[in-house]
């Protein structure tokens, strides 16, 4: 199983009074109310896109995982919701083979129905290969161990883009966007081209359909290798086993990337926690 983490929470801040005044000099706390007032404006611009999560639960996902997860993350669970509001976990595996785990099951009100006390949330859905930077929150095709994924270059800031692998082909983590809604897009249109019976293809369409229309509508970006991803490949030092890259920053005493005394071959074959 995977996941990793960071604290982090989704709760906006609360309301500052208005204040009014005249000629005389503000007390210490009159100005530190219009600072607040103006820091509280300033977060409900900020927070005007987001999803309509309730707080708490946004703050026990990133408590979970202590990860800061990205909005993106939140709005297609919304996107799910409004396909199967029952089950939004399941809301794609009768069309498209995908179901939402890893930090969604947390949304879902799963991890209240174990009995065990002591689950790692670092270690849920985590597969052979996948580096610690990975995060599953989507998986497939079971046979195949298909799943997609956050990649994070740093553990407290959010995932550079989303990306997927088949853990029994093997260990490579390929990029599919730099969102939740491009990754899904991706497997949506290589069901449509696989699809024997076109007259069937209805379904996907409509899907199709609603997913762009929603990302659209949210100002994410469709494409595979969006600018942001580019910029980031270029300060990757090392491919790495997985080929997703190390993005190691130089330090201020110069100090960056040193290359590890062990071949590829070696750390593949490390001990990794088997999914479950």
């Given at each position: 199983?995977?996941?990793?983490?960071?604290?982090?929470?989704?709760?906006?801040?609360?309301?500052?009074?208005?204040?009014?005044?005249?000629?005389?000099?503000?007390?210490?706390?009159?100005?530190?109310?219009?600072?607040?007032?103006?820091?509280?404006?300033?977060?409900?611009?900020?927070?005007?896109?987001?999803?309509?999560?309730?707080?708490?639960?946004?703050?026990?996902?990133?408590?979970?995982?202590?990860?800061?997860?990205?909005?993106?993350?939140?709005?297609?669970w919304?996107?799910?919701?409004?396909?199967?509001?029952?089950k939004?976990?399941?809301?794609?595996?009768?069309?498209?083979?995908?179901?939402?785990?890893?930090?969604?099951?947390?949304?879902?009100?799963?991890?209240?129905?174990?009995?065990?006390?002591?689950?790692?949330?670092?270690?849920?859905?985590?597969?052979?290969?996948?580096?610690?930077?990975?995060?599953?929150?989507?998986?497939?095709?079971?046979?195949?161990?298909?799943?997609?994924?956050?990649?994070?270059?740093?553990?407290?800031?959010?995932?550079?883009?989303?990306?997927?692998?088949?853990?029994?082909?093997?260990?490579?983590?390929s990029?599919?966007?730099?969102?939740?809604?491009?990754?899904v897009?991706?497997?949506?249109?290589?069901?449509?081209?696989?699809?024997?019976?076109?007259?069937?293809?209805?379904?996907?369409?409509?899907?199709?359909?609603?997913?762009?229309?929603?990302?659209?509508?949210?100002?994410?970006?469709?494409?595979?290798?969006?600018?942001?991803?580019?910029?980031?490949?270029?300060?990757?030092?090392?491919?790495?086993?997985?080929?997703?890259?190390?993005v190691?920053?130089?330090?201020?005493?110069?100090?960056?990337?040193?290359?590890?005394?062990?071949?590829?071959?070696?750390?593949?074959?490390?001990?990794?926690?088997?999914?479950?």
């Amino acid at each position: 199983m995977t996941s990793r983490g960071l604290g982090g929470s989704c709760a906006a801040g609360g309301g500052g009074r208005r204040m009014t005044g005249g000629g005389k000099r503000r007390s210490r706390a009159g100005v530190q109310g219009l600072e607040q007032c103006e820091k509280t404006k300033d977060i409900k611009k900020r927070r005007s896109s987001e999803a309509d999560i309730p707080n708490h639960l946004c703050h026990e996902v990133e408590t979970c995982y202590r990860l800061k997860m990205p909005e993106d993350f939140y709005h297609f669970w919304k996107f799910c919701e409004e396909l199967d509001p029952d089950k939004p976990c399941d809301a794609l595996q009768a069309s498209i083979g995908l179901q939402l785990v890893g930090p969604y099951d947390i949304l879902a009100g799963k991890h209240k129905k174990t009995s065990r006390g002591d689950v790692n949330f670092s270690l849920h859905w985590r597969f052979f290969y996948d580096p610690p930077e990975f995060q599953t929150v989507l998986t497939g095709d079971s046979k195949m161990q298909y799943h997609v994924g956050y990649f994070r270059d740093v553990p407290d800031e959010l995932p550079v883009w989303v990306g997927e692998n088949e853990a029994k082909k093997g260990c490579t983590i390929s990029q599919v966007g730099d969102n939740i809604f491009a990754a899904v897009k991706l497997v949506l249109s290589r069901k449509l081209k696989e699809l024997p019976d076109k007259k069937k293809s209805g379904i996907l369409k409509a899907i199709d359909e609603k997913l762009t229309e929603t990302a659209k509508k949210m100002g994410y970006s469709l494409e595979q290798k969006t600018v942001k991803i580019k910029q980031r490949d270029k300060k990757v030092v090392t491919k790495s086993f997985h080929g997703a890259g190390l993005v190691v920053p130089v330090d201020k005493n110069g100090v960056g990337y040193r290359e590890l005394p062990e071949t590829n071959g070696k750390l593949m074959l490390g001990s990794y926690p088997t999914p479950k």
